[in-house]
């Protein structure tokens, strides 16, 4: 009889527990928000393993070759659905009722405390100091009854009211220069002790940065001259195998061993030992691109602060990106960015921490370098929230006369690495070309004009971090002058590291530069012959838009007639998947194919004149042709254009004048 009850009352047990988990699940508030939760997990679960990008692993076949690098068109509809404008969303609305003026004192703005609605209010702030890596300490309170000179970078800073209620709880900073300039010696800047600016993002590419921050790269380019270096190649798969050549100049993709980070031979410390004064600057210090330091890397560090950001308002990494993957595709469940601490963002915080140390030093030399991880690492399309600011940061910069001696780089290290953009022909070929801008003193180029004229080539030429750094060499030593034309090694190869000042050869291919076959982006080209029909049609194609180019001064130019071709190729990225190599999962990569368009490599005669062009043409059908770039002038054109104004350079390519 016991056995037979305990086969009865466990069936009832059962039923009951089922019973109380069904009213809790749906009988309750809290328990159709568990079931909520529980049914969003496993979409995103379930949307993750359909939807996951294909990370497939393709190797260039091509490598010995010259490089042909690679043109294409940033609106192609194959990566159309890949950009969205982003909703902005705004930070907390609360006021700073503290500011750290220009000297470096932190004081009270009285009128922020009254627009706060705040009074009778007793404040202390108190000192963020590194203790290492990982760790960082608080200083012993000190309470705030004046304008106070802040011996250190940063302080927390709380204030409470009569009540012991706490209503003001923030960080703020300053440069604490005096130790510095008493300590070391430091010279100012000129023309032969220039500083440099570097300021970068994490996984933008050359396109992505096109497309998302147009404001920054049009003021890059019509008001600060930068040179954009389109066939700027990755050197490895994450941010350090590319930085580390940027900023030491050692190889870095594990075939040679390199030393401990605390060991690692930047460059900024050589600036240092020639006067400069450096500020080391990131947003990440958990997964922070270089970690490890024993001892502070630079005379003013960021990781402090940002270590101190997580104390002083908790954050949880998961939590954030799940909001920043929602906020970046406008799904907005917080009323405030999640790129927020307080009522500020965390990379603008970390700009004006990186722009004070610019102006506190002045005339000073500096070496300067900033790398911005979060904007960009995860969900690309969010960088176009900081066009305006980082514009706005080099607009301060130039009208500050802070760049009249100083050189500026706005750069990344590769594309975005876990987005369905690597799933096109193009984004799987851009993200092998990271953002590399260069800005140079108007003064250094009129006085060393070679230097203008090889940089402008470079841009159209296979280069890497490693030519940077040499740069960055021969700006620390003033070494401006002239050198010869870079030649071939003793082993016939071209060497891989040259200065962009230098002109680097138009044969160099990917193993010449060290880049491995997975991240070459050469193209491979293979002749096509002239009386191809396709070829035929895209070449008049051409000679139509050289004409619309002429429509304007139709008074001025003669009509651009076809007249023969001299070469056609076609050309493409000769690269094989490589299986073995790749390490995630995802079902649609049974199903997802390679597909690669169709382009050619034109080279055509025209009359009058006897002009050369040569175009990239993007060829889908005779009625889908588009010119990849530039049309290219590639003969001498003398006096021909000569009634076209030396300011219109695009016009006087074209232009044979009647």
């Not at 008493?182 to 800047?189: D, G």
């Not at 193993?511 to 012959?529: G, K, L, M, N, T």
Request: with cysteine; net charge positive.
């Amino acid at each position: 009889m016991a056995v037979m009850r305990d086969y009865l009352i466990t069936p009832i047990m059962i039923c009951n527990s089922r019973r109380k988990v069904s009213r809790f699940l749906f009988g309750t508030c809290q328990g159709r928000v568990f079931l909520a939760i529980l049914a969003i997990v496993g979409l995103t679960y379930i949307n993750m393993l359909i939807y996951m990008p294909v990370f497939q692993v393709f190797r260039n076949r091509n490598v010995h070759a010259p490089c042909l690098i690679p043109v294409f068109d940033i609106y192609d509809k194959s990566i159309s659905d890949q950009f969205w404008s982003q909703q902005p969303l705004p930070c907390e609305g609360w006021l700073n009722i503290f500011y750290v003026t220009s000297s470096g004192k932190l004081t009270l703005n009285n009128s922020a405390v009254g627009l706060s609605g705040l009074h009778d209010i007793q404040c202390h702030y108190r000192y963020i100091h590194r203790k290492s890596e990982t760790e960082f300490v608080f200083s012993e309170k000190h309470l705030y009854t004046k304008p106070t000179y802040l011996d250190g970078d940063f302080v927390h800073v709380e204030c409470f009211n009569n009540q012991k209620n706490r209503v003001y709880n923030n960080l703020h900073f300053n440069i604490d220069a005096k130790p510095i300039l008493k300590s070391k010696k430091l010279v100012n800047e000129s023309l032969d002790r220039l500083s440099v600016i570097a300021f970068g993002l994490d996984s933008v590419s050359r396109l992505i940065a096109e497309r998302k921050l147009p404001k920054t790269m049009k003021y890059l380019r019509q008001n600060l001259g930068a040179y954009v270096f389109t066939g700027h190649t990755r050197l490895g798969d994450s941010s350090f195998p590319n930085l580390n050549p940027l900023l030491t100049g050692l190889i870095s993709d594990n075939t040679s061993p390199v030393p401990p980070v605390h060991k690692l031979p930047f460059i900024f410390k050589n600036f240092s030992e020639h006067g400069a004064v450096n500020v080391f600057v990131e947003d990440w210090y958990k997964v922070a691109t270089f970690k490890g330091f024993t001892d502070q890397p630079s005379m003013h560090y960021s990781q402090p602060l940002v270590q101190a950001m997580d104390q002083v308002r908790p954050s949880y990494l998961a939590l954030d990106k799940s909001f920043q993957f929602l906020q970046s595709h406008n799904i907005p469940l917080r009323k405030v960015s999640a790129l927020c601490f307080g009522n500020e963002k965390r990379y603008k915080i970390l700009m004006n921490y990186y722009k004070k140390f610019i102006e506190t030093y002045g005339n000073t030399r500096k070496f300067a370098f900033s790398w911005i991880n979060e904007l960009a690492h995860d969900f690309f399309n969010m960088v176009e929230l900081a066009d305006g600011d980082i514009r706005d940061l080099f607009k301060w910069l130039k009208e500050s006369g802070k760049l009249d001696n100083a050189v500026l780089l706005f750069f990344s290290d590769h594309g975005p690495r876990y987005s369905e953009i690597q799933n096109t022909d193009i984004g799987r070929v851009s993200n092998l070309l990271p953002l590399m801008s260069i800005a140079l003193p108007k003064r250094l180029t009129e006085k060393y004009p070679h230097i203008a004229k090889n940089m402008k080539i470079n841009t159209e030429r296979l280069t890497t971090n490693h030519d940077v750094f040499l740069m960055l060499k021969d700006i620390l030593y003033a070494n401006y002058e002239k050198q010869p034309v870079v030649t071939p090694n003793e082993d016939g190869m071209i060497p891989h590291e040259i200065s962009l000042f230098r002109e680097i050869p138009s044969s160099r291919s990917c193993a010449e530069a060290r880049i491995s076959d997975v991240f070459c982006p050469c193209y491979s080209s293979v002749r096509v012959p002239t009386s191809d029909e396709r070829i035929q049609t895209a070449a008049r194609f051409v000679v139509n838009k050289i004409n619309d180019i002429l429509k304007e001064v139709r008074s001025k130019c003669a009509k651009v007639e076809y007249k023969s071709i001299r070469h056609a190729s076609l050309i493409f990225p000769d690269m094989q998947r490589d299986l073995s190599q790749e390490r995630a999962f995802s079902l649609r990569g049974y199903f997802w194919k390679v597909e690669s368009a169709t382009r050619f490599l034109i080279s055509l005669h025209t009359e009058p004149g006897n002009a050369l062009f040569e175009a990239r043409i993007d060829y889908r059908a005779t009625n889908d042709i588009k010119i990849l770039g530039t049309i290219l002038r590639t003969n001498a054109y003398g006096n021909q254009s000569s009634c076209i104004d030396h300011g219109d350079r695009i016009r006087r390519l074209y232009c044979y004048c009647v």
